[in-house]
């Protein structure tokens, strides 16, 4: 779990989970945005942390990666977090 800070100064906690690939591009640029932002993040990796079967069953068939989930809700891929991101005016 990481404290931040928002824009206003106010305290968030946030516990984030990042399901992950080998070779997926925005995988890497949620992580660069994840590591400039100070932000820990719990990484699983497909093929070494679940299955894509596992994957598709948590997340629906027709889920891209990378998927992310925040205190154990579902935000979606990396659109639907910088929109998450972006309306806690963290950025």
């Known amino acids: ?3 931040m800070k928002t824009t206003g100064e106010e305290e968030i ?3 984030i989970v990042l399901y992950s690939k080998e070779n997926c591009q925005e995988c890497e640029r949620i992580k660069a ?3 400039h932002l100070n932000i820990d ?3 699983y990796k497909l093929e070494v942390n679940y299955t894509q079967n596992q994957f598709f069953s948590e997340f629906g068939s027709d889920a891209t990666y990378p998927q992310i989930t925040v205190d154990h809700r579902h935000i979606g891929k990396m659109k639907d977090f910088l929109n998450y991101l972006k309306e806690k005016n963290i950025i």
């Open 1 to 3: 779990m990481k404290v």
């Open 13 to 15: 906690k946030m516990n």
């Open 33 to 35: 945005l994840l590591y």
């Open 41 to 43: 993040y719990l990484e």
